[in-house]
Structure formats: structure tokens, C-alpha cells
């Protein structure tokens, strides 16, 4: 073999040059290394050998000190452990002691000048190692690796001069004076003894003892080899084999990666500047530092340097050593090529080269998987600080930022742009690696070829900028995809929260052609980017073949001389492995920085937006006052129409114990003056002082997903007597009696099981509960009826209320309260117009007066039938007030008269005239013993008040029993059930379906195409063995063999390149194919699934089969397939062309991968549920930060954001368990395949050198470049297998759904019924029955009445008597279990839901608006012209106000419809059901929740415009049925009652009667 004269000298060092010019030719060692045996000499065992393990720990000592010192204090007592390190060291160190004394006084004729250092040296060292080993154990440090390494170098280093010691006291050959072999026998003994030593633990401190948890990280305790190949987490991973891991088999978080210690450090370096640490941050609040935090600017990256920049570095230089150990590699593979080749070299060079590939490649596996794990650990630390940074800032957004930032933007920077920035740091050392090994590579190549490495690396560099620009043109279309499929989601999401109204008003089939057209889109994007990507790994793939064949071939053509034998092939082949990574993966690299880069800049727009001020309300201890407002100028931050209206000239002075009453009509600013007194809105000028403790009922009433006690007592202690007293004034008793678990019932998302009502009442009961001092309640009057309002001021808020002696600022509609209120101030736009007493501003005409006049005008028979009388009396006593008394006199005669004149149907004679009489000093039960019976309205409190004539206490006992039976059985009572995982394996059902949408043709055709790629790869490796095998001893280059090389060569790398590129592509357009189906199939299931469905599953669990499980279906489960499939086919092709190259390898091969297949079995049992619990860990936190959000008023004035914010961390800590899990079981898994690669390694190299006389050079060179390789298949296949089970997973989730039962259809073509059907509006029922769900008792029983056309209808009962079922019933929400309904004499349950629920109406008690434009709102579906739609907005009240908007009918509406107010969004629902003219009518308790103006409206339009139809009632207020053609009374699930209210009135024993009485109308 002759090479090129003018490379001899840039050539890969050979093995003797390497050898002549090392340090062991200094001893002589040179001539040693060509024995037959390993010998040399005393000079090397006693110098090189002795002093490597010394300066290894010399050098390391002066870092591991300083580590140390920074360590708190924290002794770990001593052991037997430490003992028997201290006494061997004892040991040790006497034979060191012994051998300088030998060496000094009696050894000069046989010892050498080592033999004095030694000694020296060896004692020195000793002691420091006593020193660490004290220093360690007072810093709490039990395991040491640096002690651990120094031990190991030791051993192996002392093994060579043990065997000499051995062999002259066995052999008696003299090499060694007797005592210096005694010495050297004692002292590697200690070695060893140590270095098993050192592999253990020690006992934990007290500390430790004593912070010790029952599920404790196991990685706490285990020392630094345990550490080093992750021996800690086999009991886990045993365990999830034997049986599926539930979420307490999980360890915790080790202390310094918790959510709370993470987001400490952030906060420490955030505050730095400040000088604020945590402790302060976490006394004081977010409003200390609210306002230097929207001055100071955040720099994320800054930030996030400053808390991991010393593990950051130490990780650079790990991932430096780990990446340039690798080019030890090819060095020796030529090594052992060149052994091959040569008969004369001795043997055991061959055995020396094949350890020390192995023992390489095992240092760079536990390098390597130190590192990862290590980065991975700051990647969750950097999200984790960031999703708390973001969650932290969301509570104390203002309201101009909450605007511009929607909750759907919010929770994708928590979910997606934070984890994008933790990868980014995944990537960090990549942009310093990548170049030094592409760099080094080069080096090594031009070694080996000279300048024709150059045609190589040109190739490379030429496919940098077609990378890029592939990447550049990916992340572009990434971008566009992220965008439809944020507006995909948002759709989806208000689908899924307003599905009701979806299902009430038949407008599923409109939404979901919203959602399919944004899917459309999402796929057509997804298409271009799925051919781009799969350009990139074509490249990718591609890269070692394209590389190979321009270096080859440039070289063969530059000199005839030139000769590729096996030596320069495989060196050069592993040599483009290693530089293929880094030369694709770099583009990459950037791509991912910049897209993090991006992420970054979003992530810290958001943090940087404005917050609250917390200085706009303040406390005063000086002032005297509990609320004042001077020169008060408030405005609501936003676009113009919101900006350019203001609160102006707030003056308010509320003392200590008052009750202030804000009252104005409409949009007047009374909400707005709460919201500033919060500090909700901006202040522009004057000063707000708060003085004492805030609690906030809301007008629109937020509750968690939680018990009602829980949200009674939102945090604090559990008082029986307090909570009784509250539960009694607030009118709560009669829902507990009939609540299935008492208090104890799980209350729905944003309450979904509770009425408008009940609602209210809860959250009036929280503020209540928790005894603040001052109170701000915005109408929380207005869900309930004018009796059940009575009961709660008297009991709660009036004088003698539970709240007498508190401030309260109280915003009513309720002008006959406001006698008892101690001030009265009126609001016009935005205005004070006027305040003072009740009396006051009654005698002095102004604006207060104008408003009760308005009022009195305003007034109808309902109105007037309850408040006439007390109105009246108020006003007598107001002498100076003429015009109103008047007015009001006028009006009560113009009732008498419109009454003389009613039918009798309409009236009663038992109608009490003496109504209820209110005295502005003088409230309460005792003083009026008829009122205890007017609370009927939220038809519970009736209940209520029986509970109260037979014994409160008695009825609270009951309730307590019942609410500890229910503790004994939560499963049974819980409402919103946790989400499950699946168990066990995967089954097969799950990838049928997968491939069944993939399609077969897809599926098979994309596996045979990367079955041929691989077998063109192997062959041409097997063509490169043989042909430099054959041509070796050829002198003369011909150009026909040199041709025959290349074409040959040249054909299967074009062969490769094609089947690949089909592959690929077959295989993206089958995985978008399936993930299409598999989104419409979800999306066409949940909009058929049964309201009961929504009900018992939260949003946020529907939502993420939507968004999280449909993205990995789009875009991670294409990957795993392709790279499941392309690594078995690696694997196998490796593995056949090892063992056809050196077929005796086979018999170490066979063991090793049954070794393989047993961990990955043992793995992916456990990897497969530890990432179904990580999934399903993830919700809760969106959940409730999706919760937090929409409460965040209320949790604000409860000042509870602390609170709030460490059940976030908590949270985001339990998902942190299984994300911390499966990072240390992956690095088991990786570790140990990778030793099991690396032994395949070493057998190939073993047992090539074994059988060197019958394998060529070229066969042994092709078995161990493949074998290189297989320790990353191996580790890979693994891995795709785990996470191909755990992104299969999605498809399982949405699979479920799938198979989920349907309601009806909702066309059915065989009866359909006709066009203009019901064309009269009769409603028959035929004993009928119901319930919410199988298995759940009847809520209706054998209910058979007849409603005839145009009548109309009021229903009433009880709480759980079946008014809302019945509703329900009749829109088929719930289906019969027996009997049926006809409507005009056809069957509802026989024809389609459509066909029904699309021809009668609705006006539900929660108005749901959805985003988009005020026409799509009313007429989704595009039935009605423009001119249809302004005439049912002028019906509805609202056309003026839409008029004056720019868009008209295109005016948009904000997510949720908060662009309007509670009452524009009830007059909207009207104006949706004028649209329908439907002949049949229900009004379900449509204004329970609305001010007395939006329900006068609302009332006076359906009086005038539904006169033709049939209307029923579900009665929210008693008097609002009064004028219905009859009532339906239902009790226990049955009609008790059903005639005219005149007939059921005169009847004392009926039930009907009895409310009346209660309702003070009898």
C-alpha cells in the first residue's frame, strides 16, 4: 500500500508514529510496546502512571473546594461508611509512608529516582483527599464525584504495577523490590476498597432526616455513579412494568427544580436591581413591585442567563469534551484497520484497540447523557419560571392590556411559546459545537485525502444555504399555521362553551363550516410545509452519500497514484458520519434560535404590557373614612369609543358602618365607580383611598369549579357557626336540603349546574363569609325576585344584616331599598349628579327625583303589583315632592281601573291590597311575620322559608349529615369527574385506525419505498468493503476498475436518494390525510354529543383534544411514524450486515439484543404511562388559569392573588412530576442501550481482531462503522417505539370521542316535517319521562297535559321540581324515557333535532354571544336580509344604539360578547328569537339576571310581538306569570297543579296558592 508522496506528512498519525512521538518514549516504554506482551517497565508504572490520578484530583480540588464553601453548613454524621474510608485511607497511607522510608533509608541500591517522588506525592495527595473527604461531610455532601473519578482513574491506572507487584511475589522474578511490591499490593487493595467505597452513598444529615419526604426523589439519595448511569429510577421503571403507574407512583420534584424554587430565582433576579428579594416580594405582594415593573423593562434573555448561567457554561464545556471525544473514532478504527492488515503487529494491540473504542464510546455515552439531562432540567426550569411569569402577570393585567391580550394569546404563550424558548437552550451549545466539529472533521478528512476533502465539505457548504432557505420557507408557513390554527381554536372554544346555544338554536352545522374552513386552510398550509420538511430530511438523509461520492471521486480523478484502500474508506465514511449531524442540524440550529427568538420577543411584549397601578387606590390609616374619592377622573383604557368615555368629578366620602346605595339608569357609570374603587380603571387624576379589607360581589357571578362550601369559605377555615348564619341570610338553606350532596356538591365550570340565582347567592355568600370590612356589591339583586331581594337586605345588607356594622357601597335597581340605605348617590353619565339621603333628594326635584319618576313610568302591572303600595308610602311621607306623589297616585289609579276591567282569568279576587309596607328604619322578620313568606322567587328560597317555620336547626342538622355522607361517597357526587388515562398497552384497534385514515395505499407504498432506500445504502457500503478489499495490493489505478467503482457507487446513491424521497413523501401526505379525518371525524362527534356530555367534562379537557392532541396528530405523529419506520429498517439492515461480515459475532450479538428487547419492553411500559399522566397533568393548569382569568376582579379585590398563584405553582409542580420522570427514564434508556451498542461495538472490533487471519481489513472496517452506528439506532428505535405509544395516544383520545354515543340524528329524511311546521303552536304531552342521564332517577314522571295554540303558559315549583327539565324536554337536550311530545300533532322524538329545535324559540337565562360580527350573532346562517334583521333590533330595543355604531351590523363583538352589557346581550338573545317567529316560545327564566329596565323591555316585547304564539314561562319572578292563561305547578317531577292562576288562587289547600302567600301576592 503506497500513498500520495506529497500527503506523507498530513496524514492520520499511524500507530507507531503516534507511539514514538508520546511521552512513553521516555522511559523507554517505545520498545515495550513491541513485545509480544504488555510490559514497560518500573519507570512508566512508577511516573506516568502513579502521577495521573494525582493530578487529576491536584487539579480538580481547588473547584470542588470552592463548590463546597457555597454549600450552607449541614453535617452528615459519621457512618460505618465514613469509618471504614477513614481507616483504609489510614492503611493507604501508612504503605505510601512505609515505601518513602524504604526509599530513603535502605532501597538506594535497588531503587530508582521515582521511587523518591512517589512517596512524597502519594502522601500529599492522600491528605487532600482527607481533607475533601472532612470538608464534603460538614457541607451535607454525601456522594462526591470528583472523589468517584480520582478513585476510578486510580484503579485503572494502578492495575499495570499491581500485576508487576503480583508477579514478582507470585513468580519470585525480581522486577520489583519485595517491600515496594508489598506496598504497591496494599495500597491498590485500599484503591479498590475505596473506589467501592466511594460508589455508595453516605447516611443523610439531620437536616436531611429531617426534610424527608414519604415519596422523596430518589435521586436525593443516590450517589454519584448511581447518578452518572441513572441506576435511581429502575424501581420506577420495574414498577410500571409490573402494573400501570398511577400519578402517586411518581417521585417529587427535587427541591431545587420546584415550581416555587424556580420561580424564586427568577424573582431574585428580576428584583435585583431593586433590591428586593423574595422573601419581601412574597410578604408585601405583587403591588410592590407592580409599578417599578412596568418602568423596568424586562429582558428575558438576561434574565434567564443570569439564573442558569454557571450551569449553562459547565454544560458547554461537558457537550465540548463529549463532542471531540468522538473523533477518537475513526483514529481508531484506522488504527485497527491498519492491524488487520498487518500479520507482524502483536496481538494484543488489536485487543487494546477494540477496549479502547469501547471504553471511548461508553465515556462519551455517560458524557453525553449527563449533558442531556442537565440541559433538558434547565429547558423545564425556563418554562416552568416563564408559564409562572406569565400567569403571575395575567392577575395584574390592566384592563387596556386584558384587551389587547385575549385569554386563547395567553394561554399559547404558556403552553407553546414558553416551551419554544426552554428548546431553544436545548440548542444554545449547538451553535458552538456544531462549527468546531465541522472544523475538526474537515481536519481529520484532509489528513487522510489532502485537498480533496475540500469537494467534500463544498457539498456540505453548498447544502447550508438550500437548508436555510428550506427552513426559512418552513418557519414562514409555521407561522401562518400557528395564526389559523390560534383563530381554528378560538372558534372551536367558543363553540364548545356556548354549545347550548348552539344546540337550542340548531346552529351547529354553521359553526362547524366555520371551523372546517379554517381547517381547510390549516391543511393547504400544512401540505407545503409537510413537502418542505420532507425536502430537509431527504437532505438529511442523503448528505453521507452525496459527501462520500464527491470526496471519492475528486480524489480518484486528481492522481492516478491515488489509491481508496479499506483504511481510508472507512475512516473517511465514519468521519462524514460524524460531520453529517452538524452540517444539517446547523441551519436547523439557527432556524430554532430565531424562531425562539421570536417567541422571546412576544413572550416579552406580554410581560413588558401595562399593569394595574396599585398606587391609583390606596389606604390612609389617617383618614377617618373607610372610602373616599376626591376629584376622581377615571377612564377605561382601550380603543377610542372605551377611552373617550370617562367617569369625571367622582366625589365620595363613605364612613365607617355606612351603606351607600350608586343608583342611575343604564350604562350610567354605577359599575364603572365599583371598578375604580378596585382600581379596574385607569386613573387619571384625584385620589382613592380604601381603608381596611375589600370583599367584591360581581354583577355577573364567578365560582370556581369547586364544592359550594368551598367557594362559601374560598380559602379560609371552616367556622359551623358563622357558615350557618351566612347560609340562612343569604337564602341558601332550601338549595343544600335538595343539592345531592349538601354543600358538599361540586359546582360545575363558570357554574354550569347552578341557576342565575343560585349563583348570585353564592357569591354573595363568599363575600359575607369572609368578614372584610369593606364591601363592594354591584346589583346582586338583580338574579333574584323583589321577596328573595327583601330577605337578603334585611338579613345581609339593611340595617339589621349581617353586614350592619360593615361598609358597604351597594349599585341597585331596587329603589324601594333605598329609604334604608344611609346615602343615596345618583350617577348620569359618569357622573355624581347628586347624593345624599333618600329623603333629601326626593325634596329637592333634582336628578334623583327625575330618576324615580322615570322609574314610575316605567312601571307595569307586574312592578306595580309589588312595589305600588310601598312606593306610596314612601312617598306620603315626602311632603314636599308633589309631582311624584302625583305620578304615583295616578298610576295606581289607572292599575285599579285596567284591573276593574280584567277578566276573570286574569285577576284574583284573593289578591292582597295591603302590600308590603317598608319603613326606612325598620326591616327584618320579626317586625313583619307575613314577609318570612314572599321568598319565592328563585324558587328555592320557598323551600327556604318552610325550613324556617319548621326548625332551621333541625334542617341544618340534616344537611350536615348529609354533607358527611357525601365526604364518604365523593366519587358518586362529583359533577366534573377527573380525567382518565389509558392503561397499559396501546391496542392494535388504535393503529388500524391510524392507518385505515392514512389510507392503505399510503401506508404500504411509503414502507416497501424506505425498505429499498436502506438496501441501497447497506449494498453500497458492502461495495465499498469489496472493492478495497480486491484492490489493496493493486499498484496502478485503471481507470476502468475506477469508473466501475464510481458508477456502481454512484447508481445505488441515486437509487437511495429516490426511494427515500418517495417514501418521505408518500408518508407526509398519508399522516395529513389521517389527521384530517381523524379532526373532522372529532369535530362532527362533538358537535352530536348529548348536552349531558358538556356538562360533566370541563371545557378545558374537550378544548385540548382540539388543540394539543390534534397538533401532535398535524405535526409530531407524522415524524415518529417516519422515523419508527426508517429506524427499525436501520437497525435490521445493520444488524444483518455485521453479522454477514463477521458471522461470529452473532454469538455475542444475540445475547445483546435479548438484553435489548427485555429494557425495551421494561421501558416502554413505563415511558408509555408516564407520558399519558404527563398529558393529562397539563389541563389543570389551563384550567385554572383559564378560571383565575375570568375571575380576576373578584380575586383581585379579595386581594388572593398570592393564593391563586401558589395553586399555580402547585399545579404546574404535579405536571413537573411526570416531565421530570420521563426525562430520568429516557436517560436510563439511553445509558443502558447505549452500553448495549457499545459492547456490540467492542464485540465486532473483538472478534475481528480474534479471527484476523481469515476476515479482510475490509469487512472488519465495514462491520465496525456499521456497529458505530447502531448504538444511536438502538437508542433511537427505543425511543421512537416510546413515543410513537405515547403520541398514538392522541389518536386513542380522539378515537374516544369518536365512539362516544351520539344524540339523534339530526335530519331524519323519512319524516321530515313540513316547511311551515308548527303552523299553530299545540303542545301535547303523552306520560311522558325523563332524566339527565342512565342510571340517574326520573326528573320527569308520567307528565300528560295539552297546551293549546297561542296559549300562554307559566311553570313553576320548587327547586328540583323539573320546570328547567321540561324545557329541555321539548328541545330534546334530554331524550324520554317513556311517553312522548307531539307539537301540532306530530311526535317530536321521531323527527330530526334540526328539523325541531329550528322551528321553535328560545330566550335563554344566560345570553351567549361569540365573537365575530353582530349579524353573524343574529343570523348565523344567513336566512334574513339586512332589512329582517334592523326590524328585530328595533323590537328588541337596539336598534339606536347599533346605529350609532361606525360597522352597523357588522359592529364586532369581543370573545364572549363583553363588548356589551348583560342587558344589550338578553336584548340580542329577544331579537335572535323575533328573527324565528316560531310559533312556540319558551322563556327560560329569561330575566333572572337583567336589570328591572331590560326586563320591562323584554316583557313589554313579548307581550306585543308574541301574541299569536305559544309562549311558556319558566318563572324566575312569581308575578311575571300572573297575567298567563295558566299555570303548570310541578312538584317531585310531576304536574301537582295546571289551570288558570284565577281558579288555583282560589283554592287555599293548592300548592300554587301556598307561593302566592309566600310571594305576599295573596
Known amino acids: 500500500m503506497r500513498w500520495a508522496p506529497r500527503r506523507t506528512s498530513v496524514t492520520l498519525p499511524s500507530r507507531t508514529s503516534f507511539y514514538q512521538a508520546s511521552a512513553m518514549n521516555l522511559c523507554g516504554a517505545n520498545a515495550a510496546w513491541h513485545t509480544d506482551t504488555p510490559q514497560f517497565g518500573r519507570c512508566v508504572e512508577r511516573t506516568l502512571l502513579l502521577w495521573a490520578p494525582c493530578l487529576v484530583l491536584w487539579v480538580s480540588a481547588p473547584f470542588y473546594s470552592l463548590a463546597l464553601m457555597r454549600r450552607p453548613y449541614d453535617p452528615v454524621p459519621w457512618s460505618a461508611l465514613a469509618y471504614t474510608k477513614v481507616l483504609v485511607m489510614a492503611v493507604v497511607m501508612a504503605a505510601a509512608v512505609t515505601e518513602g522510608i524504604w526509599a530513603v533509608t535502605g532501597g538506594y541500591t535497588t531503587s530508582i529516582t521515582a521511587d523518591f517522588l512517589a512517596p512524597l506525592l502519594l502522601v500529599a495527595t492522600y491528605a487532600l483527599y482527607l481533607f475533601l473527604l472532612v470538608a464534603e461531610r460538614r457541607r451535607g455532601r454525601r456522594s462526591s464525584g470528583v472523589l468517584w473519578i480520582y478513585w476510578l482513574v486510580a484503579v485503572v491506572a494502578g492495575a499495570l504495577q499491581f500485576s508487576t507487584a503480583l508477579n514478582t511475589i507470585i513468580h519470585q522474578e525480581g522486577q520489583l523490590p519485595l517491600i515496594l511490591a508489598v506496598t504497591i499490593i496494599v495500597q491498590y487493595l485500599g484503591y479498590v476498597i475505596l473506589f467501592i467505597a466511594s460508589c455508595v452513598n453516605d447516611v443523610p444529615s439531620r437536616l436531611q432526616e429531617l426534610t424527608k419526604t414519604k415519596n422523596q426523589n430518589p435521586e436525593i439519595d443516590a450517589s454519584f455513579v448511581n447518578r452518572l448511569f441513572f441506576f435511581y429510577n429502575l424501581p420506577l421503571i420495574w414498577r410500571g412494568f409490573l402494573r400501570p403507574l398511577v400519578y402517586d407512583d411518581l417521585p417529587e420534584v427535587l427541591p431545587r427544580n420546584s415550581a416555587e424554587a424556580v420561580y424564586r430565582r427568577w424573582r431574585n433576579t428580576l428584583d435585583r436591581k431593586e433590591g428586593r428579594p423574595w422573601e419581601e416580594f412574597m410578604v408585601v405582594g405583587k403591588a410592590a413591585t407592580a409599578t417599578a415593573q412596568n418602568k423596568t423593562k424586562v429582558s428575558l434573555v438576561w434574565h434567564v442567563w443570569r439564573q442558569n448561567q454557571s450551569t449553562i457554561l459547565l454544560l458547554l464545556i461537558l457537550a465540548i469534551c463529549f463532542e471531540n471525544i468522538v473523533f477518537l473514532n475513526p483514529v481508531l478504527v484506522g488504527w485497527l484497520i491498519e492491524f488487520m492488515g498487518d500479520e507482524s503487529e502483536p496481538t494484543w494491540h488489536g485487543y487494546l484497540y477494540a477496549v479502547l473504542l469501547a471504553a471511548m464510546c461508553e465515556m462519551r455515552s455517560l458524557m453525553k447523557n449527563a449533558y442531556i439531562k442537565d440541559i433538558l432540567v434547565i429547558t423545564v426550569r425556563v418554562r416552568t419560571a416563564l408559564m409562572a411569569a406569565v400567569y403571575n402577570k395575567a392577575i395584574y393585567l390592566s384592563s387596556a392590556s386584558r384587551r389587547r391580550f385575549t385569554v386563547g394569546e395567553i394561554v399559547n404563550l404558556m403552553a407553546v411559546d414558553a416551551q419554544t424558548i426552554g428548546d431553544t437552550f436545548l440548542e444554545l451549545n449547538n451553535i458552538v459545537t456544531n462549527p468546531l466539529v465541522i472544523l475538526i472533521t474537515t481536519g481529520f478528512v484532509w489528513a487522510e485525502l489532502g485537498p480533496s476533502a475540500l469537494a467534500g465539505l463544498a457539498v456540505m457548504l453548498m447544502l447550508i444555504p438550500l437548508n436555510s432557505h428550506i427552513l426559512s420557507h418552513t418557519k414562514t408557513l409555521q407561522t401562518r399555521a400557528m395564526k389559523v390554527t390560534d383563530s381554528r381554536v378560538k372558534v372551536l372554544s367558543e363553540i364548545i362553551n356556548g354549545i347550548k346555544v348552539l344546540k337550542l338554536y340548531a346552529w351547529e352545522a354553521s359553526f362547524s363550516e366555520q371551523v372546517n374552513g379554517l381547517r381547510n386552510e390549516e391543511v393547504k398550509l400544512l401540505k407545503r410545509l409537510a413537502l418542505y420538511k420532507s425536502l430537509h430530511v431527504f437532505f438529511f438523509n442523503t448528505t453521507p452519500f ?224 369572609s368578614s372584610a370590612n369593606v364591601f363592594f356589591l354591584d346589583d346582586p339583586l338583580s338574579a333574584v325576585d323583589s321577596h328573595v331581594g327583601r330577605h337578603i337586605f334585611d338579613h345581609v345588607l339593611g340595617p339589621n344584616g349581617l353586614l350592619k356594622d360593615k361598609t358597604r357601597v351597594l349599585v341597585t335597581h331596587a329603589v324601594t331599598f333605598l329609604p334604608q340605605v344611609d346615602e343615596v348617590v345618583v350617577v348620569a353619565d359618569g357622573q355624581v349628579a347628586e347624593r345624599g339621603t333618600y329623603t333629601s333628594l326626593l325634596t329637592s326635584e333634582g336628578s334623583f327625583a327625575k330618576f324615580m319618576l322615570q322609574h314610575i313610568k316605567e312601571l307595569d302591572e307586574e312592578e306595580a303589583d309589588t312595589e305600588m303600595e310601598v312606593l306610596h308610602d314612601q312617598l306620603e311621607s315626602v311632603d314636599s315632592n308633589m309631582k311624584l306623589y302625583r305620578q304615583l297616585s295616578n298610576t295606581r289609579q289607572s292599575l285599579k281601573s285596567s284591573q276593574s276591567y280584567q277578566p276573570s282569568g286574569t285577576s284574583s279576587p284573593h289578591l292582597n291590597s295591603s302590600r308590603l309596607s317598608m319603613s326606612s328604619k325598620t326591616s327584618g322578620f320579626e317586625g313583619k311575620p307575613h314577609l318570612q313568606h314572599q321568598l319565592s322567587t328563585d324558587s328555592s328560597v320557598s323551600g327556604f322559608m318552610h325550613t324556617k317555620k319548621n326548625g332551621s336547626v333541625l334542617t341544618l342538622d340534616s344537611h350536615a349529615a348529609k354533607s358527611l355522607e357525601a365526604e364518604g361517597n365523593d366519587n358518586d357526587q362529583k359533577l366534573i369527574m377527573d380525567e382518565t388515562s389509558e392503561i397499559g398497552n396501546v391496542s392494535f384497534r388504535v393503529y388500524f385506525i391510524y392507518m385505515k385514515a392514512m389510507g392503505v395505499l399510503f401506508t404500504c407504498a411509503s414502507f416497501i419505498t424506505f425498505v429499498l432506500s436502506q438496501v441501497c445504502f447497506a449494498w453500497s457500503r458492502v461495495w465499498l468493503a469489496d472493492w478495497s478489499s480486491e484492490h489493496s495490493n493493486v499498484t496502478d489505478n485503471t481507470s476502468a476498475s475506477r469508473n466501475a467503482f464510481l458508477l456502481v457507487y454512484g447508481l445505488f446513491a441515486v437509487a437511495q436518494s429516490i426511494f427515500l424521497f418517495m417514501g418521505i413523501v408518500m408518508m407526509a401526505h398519508g399522516t395529513l390525510k389521517a389527521a384530517n379525518a381523524l379532526h373532522s371525524g372529532l369535530l362532527k362527534s362533538v358537535l352530536h354529543l348529548p348536552m349531558s356530555f358538556f356538562d360533566t367534562n370541563p371545557s378545558g379537557r374537550i378544548m385540548n383534544r382540539f388543540s394539543k392532541e390534534i397538533d401532535k396528530v398535524d405535526k409530531k405523529l407524522p415524524i415518529v411514524v417516519r422515523s419508527c419506520q426508517t429506524t427499525l429498517i436501520q437497525v435490521v439492515t445493520t444488524l444483518v450486515v455485521i453479522i454477514a461480515a463477521t458471522p461470529v459475532v452473532a454469538f455475542m450479538v444475540v445475547p445483546i439484543m435479548i438484553v435489548y428487547f427485555a429494557i425495551q419492553r421494561v421501558f416502554v411500559a413505563t415511558s408509555r404511562q408516564v407520558m399519558r399522566l404527563e398529558s393529562v397533568s397539563k389541563s389543570p393548569i389551563y384550567s385554572h388559569f383559564s378560571e383565575t382569568v375570568a375571575g380576576v376582579s373578584v380575586i383581585r379585590a379579595f386581594k388572593r392573588q398570592d393564593e391563586f398563584f401558589s395553586q399555580s405553582l402547585q399545579k404546574m409542580e404535579d405536571s413537573q412530576k411526570s416531565i421530570y420522570a420521563n426525562i430520568t427514564a429516557n436517560r436510563w434508556l439511553a445509558i443502558h442501550l447505549e452500553t448495549i451498542g457499545n459492547l456490540i461495538i467492542f464485540a465486532s472490533a473483538l472478534f475481528g481482531v480474534a479471527n484476523r487471519l481469515t476476515i479482510s481489513p475490509g469487512a472488519v472496517g465495514l462491520t465496525v462503522s456499521f456497529a458505530l452506528s447502531i448504538t444511536m439506532l438502538l437508542n433511537w428505535l427505543v425511543r421512537m417505539v416510546s413515543d410513537l405509544e405515547a403520541s398514538i395516544v392522541s389518536v386513542e383520545k380522539i378515537d374516544e370521542y369518536m365512539q362516544l354515543p351520539q344524540e339523534a340524528a339530526w335530519k331524519v329524511d323519512q319524516n321530515t316535517p313540513p316547511s311551515a311546521w308548527p303552523e299553530q303552536g299545540c303542545i301535547n304531552f303523552h306520560n311522558y319521562e325523563t332524566r339527565y342521564r342512565p342510571g340517574l332517577s326520573l326528573v320527569l314522571r308520567n307528565i300528560t297535559c295539552s297546551i293549546s295554540p297561542a296559549e300562554k303558559v307559566g311553570i313553576v315549583g320548587r327547586t328540583g321540581a323539573g320546570k328547567s327539565s321540561l324545557t329541555l324536554a321539548l328541545f330534546r337536550i334530554i331524550e324520554a324515557s317513556g311517553g312522548g311530545i307531539d307539537i301540532d300533532n306530530i311526535t317530536i322524538g321521531g323527527i330530526g333535532l334540526h328539523d325541531l329545535r329550528s322551528q321553535i324559540s328560545i330566550i335563554p337565562q344566560d345570553a351567549v354571544l361569540f365573537s365575530g360580527t353582530l349579524r353573524m350573532n343574529l343570523d348565523p346562517l344567513n336566512h334574513h336580509s339586512d332589512d329582517e334583521l334592523w326590524r328585530a333590533l328595533e323590537l328588541a330595543h337596539l336598534s339606536d344604539y347599533i346605529r350609532k355604531q361606525v360597522l352597523g351590523l357588522q359592529h364586532p363583538v369581543d370573545q364572549g360578547g363583553s363588548n356589551f352589557s348583560a342587558g344589550q346581550k338578553q336584548l340580542l338573545c329577544l331579537a335572535r328569537a323575533l328573527l324565528r317567529r316560531s310559533k312556540v316560545l319558551v322563556l327560560d327564566e329569561a330575566t333572572a339576571a337583567v336589570d328591572l329596565q331590560t326586563d320591562d323591555l323584554i316583557q313589554a316585547t313579548i307581550r306585543s310581538q308574541f301574541v299569536e304564539c305559544t309562549v311558556i314561562t319558566i318563572a324566575h319572578r312569581l308575578n311575571t306569570i300572573m297575567d298567563s292563561d295558566r299555570v303548570m305547578v310541578l312538584q317531585n317531577g310531576r304536574i301537582a297543579e295546571f289551570d288558570a292562576p284565577s281558579v288555583l288562587l282560589q283554592k287555599p289547600n293548592s300548592i300554587f296558592y301556598s307561593m302566592a302567600k309566600e310571594a305576599g301576592i295573596v
Request: hydrophobic residues 40%; negative net charge; glycine residues 8%.
Open 546 to 769: 452525496l459527501v462520500t461520492l464527491a470526496t471519492f471521486t475528486t480524489y480518484l480523478f486528481v492522481s492516478d497514484e491515488n489509491q481508496l484502500d479499506a483504511k481510508k474508506i472507512f475512516v473517511c465514511i465514519t468521519l462524514f458520519d460524524i460531520l453529517r449531524m452538524p452540517i444539517i442540524v446547523l441551519p436547523e440550529v439557527i432556524s430554532k434560535c430565531i424562531h425562539g427568538a421570536v417567541s422571546l420577543r412576544r413572550m416579552e411584549r406580554y410581560l413588558n404590557t401595562d399593569e394595574l397601578d396599585p398606587l391609583d387606590v390606596t389606604s390612609d390609616p389617617r383618614q377617618s373614612s373607610a372610602v373616599v374619592v376626591q376629584g376622581g377622573c377615571f377612564s377605561w383604557e382601550g380603543d377610542e369609543e372605551q377611552d373617550t368615555w370617562r367617569l369625571k368629578d367622582i366625589e365620595l366620602n363613605v364612613r365607617p358602618g355606612q351603606l351607600v346605595a350608586l343608583v342611575g339608569t343604564v350604562g350610567s357609570g354605577k359599575s364603572s365607580i365599583l371598578s375604580a374603587l378596585l382600581g379596574e380603571m385607569k386613573k387619571v387624576a384625584g385620589n382613592v383611598v380604601v381603608n381596611g379589607s375589600v370583599a367584591y360581589v360581581p354583577q355577573l357571578p364567578w365560582l370556581q369549579n369547586a364544592t359550594l362550601r368551598d367557594n362559601i369559605t374560598w380559602g379560609q377555615a371552616y367556622d359551623t357557626v358563622r357558615y350557618r348564619q351566612v347560609v340562612r341570610a343569604c337564602a341558601l338553606q332550601a338549595d343544600l336540603d335538595v343539592l345531592p350532596a349538601g354543600d358538599l356538591t361540586e359546582i360545575g365550570e363558570n357554574g354550569i349546574n347552578m341557576s342565575g340565582g343560585q349563583k348570585q347567592r353564592i357569591s354573595l355568600a363568599r363575600a359575607v363569609y
